[in-house]
């Protein structure tokens, strides 16, 4: 009886906040039209959220690109397979794990910082200032933030996927014995000949990390400001943003590969 | 005119305001004291609709806040000033910026304009000098003068003062109960305040009230509360209290 209860009223907790989050997205999809006077906040977080996870994410970016060459130059090897390795590495890497590991590092760094920021207004009663000012806190701290994470996170995650596609093309050329010409030669191609552009892969890819901006800032500002009760609440805010951050970006990863790959 | 009437407020659990009922005419400074934690705070965000009665009535003006949709609450705020317990400053901008702000985001003034309009505040509260610091670095008694200049900025009808001098030392705080007296007499500003201390009360208030258990225990004058044996009028009001 008690664990139902407890089911239950976990499960109409999740749907709360869900429900907040999203209707937070909406409500800064309206203030859309106002950005040109928000553009000074844009620029300012565009700066911090590359600032905060540059570093990071090209270092995590040179070994996630390692470790793909490595996983797969393992099996290829038994099959005397090697010389696709640059191909595999290129396109997987832009499909999935230069979008997720940027997420990943965004989520933590500057989604945390967002909650811990937003929630320390909250609890500091500035939220409150602002509303009583008659300012939006939607549209003069949401909107800047989720814009700009909208903007830096593909743009940090072209950046991994060209350092990770570097980091796998030591590991091929060290460990697998593939030239470095040939990693090269299927890399490029693979990324430039297709019928458009770009491949499929770097479309989905970019689409991929977009919404995952938008959906680890939209998450971080939604924590902060339901924050409530001080230093502690601030605490439990950035908690639920990285993890909110992080089950949604499994999550949406899956889905968006999925809806491109196996349903069209 | 403010009008509470019956107000019931439930909060984490608790109820804090149980039937309080308030009013302030035009022009008049009423002020509310009360032990620590018997929602004082509370009332004064009822008042700008930061909170929604359980039960009774907000009026100002004669207009029902808990029933304003969005468009009417920000127009009733921009008649108001609310000055934060504790400032509540944003953190980021310069406390000049931050006095700045409500006029930056609202009014169709010039940069010069506001700039002159900031300094001029600024330095009714004595802060003049400090416009180019930021909220980390200045002490709590400056941030809540920079907070009652922002409060001020927008010249409005009513302010809302929550404990406009903790934490100050007596020289300034003298200078900031003859600015709140000031404020009424020559814009005829109404104000509730919400204070611990006599020397505020009675240097700048009009009406007293006592909040206890919820409601108010005593109102009256300033001369009638200080005059009263009720004990806690006694305690808030009586010589030796401060
Ligand atoms: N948002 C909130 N959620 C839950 N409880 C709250 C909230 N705001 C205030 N309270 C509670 O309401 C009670 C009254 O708070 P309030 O801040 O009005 O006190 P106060 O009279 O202003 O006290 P002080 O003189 O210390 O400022 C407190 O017990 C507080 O914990
Ligand atoms: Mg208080």
Known sequence: ?????????????????????????????????????????????????????LPVTLVVAAFAGAILAMQTGIELRRFGNTNVLGTITALSMCREMGPFITAVILAATVGSS??????????????????VMSIDP???????????LALMCPLL???????????????????????PDLYWVGAI????????????????????????????????????????????GVGLAVQTAVRNSVLLIIVLGFVITWFFYFLT | ??????????????????????????????????????????????????????????????QDVPAMDRKQLMALRKRMGYLFQNGALINWLSVADNVALPLKEHSQLSRSEVDDRVHEVLKLVGMDHAGKQEPPEISGGMKLRAGLARALVTNPEYVLYDEPNAGLD????????????????????????????RACATQCGDRIGILEAGKLAVEGSVDEITASDHPLARAFMGQGSD
């Open chain 2, 170 to 197: 007596p020289i300034i705080s003298e200078q900031i109960h003859e600015l709140i007296g000031e404020v009424r007499d020559r814009l005829s500003v109404t104000g509730l305040i919400v204070t611990h201390s």
């Open chain 1, 189 to 232: 191609e693979s990324l430039t000949s297709s019928g458009t552009l770009l491949p499929k892969e770097v479309y989905v890819g970019l689409l991929k990390s977009l919404i995952f901006g938008v959906a680890i800032a939209t998450v971080s500002c939604a924590a902060g400001l339901k924050a409530r009760g001080g230093a502690l």
């Open chain 1, 138 to 148: 939607v549209d003069y701290l949401v909107l800047p933030r989720v814009l700009a």
């Open chain 2, 1 to 62: 005119m403010i009008e509470l009437k019956n107000l019931h407020k439930r909060l984490g659990g608790r109820d804090i305001l149980k039937g309080l009922s308030v009013k302030v005419p035009k022009g008049m400074n009423f002020v509310l004291m009360g032990p620590s934690g018997t929602g004082k705070s509370v009332t004064l965000k009822h008042v700008i609709g930061i909170f929604k009665p359980d039960l009774g009535s907000v009026h100002v003006d004669g």
């Open chain 1, 157 to 179: 995650t072209v950046l991994s996927n060209l350092i990770g596609i570097y980091g796998g093309s030591i590991i091929a050329e060290q460990n697998l014995g593939v030239s």
């Open chain 1, 114 to 131: 967002i909650a811990a920021e937003i929630g320390t207004m909250k609890v500091s009663e500035e939220i409150d200032a602002l509303e």
């Open chain 1, 1 to 53: 009886m008690n664990l139902a209860a407890g089911t239950i009223r976990f499960l109409a907790e999740r749907t709360g906040s869900a429900g907040y989050v999203v209707n937070l997205l909406v409500r800064t999809a309206l203030c859309l039209p106002r950005i040109p006077r928000r553009l000074r906040f844009l620029l300012d977080n565009c700066f911090n959220a590359g600032v905060r996870a």
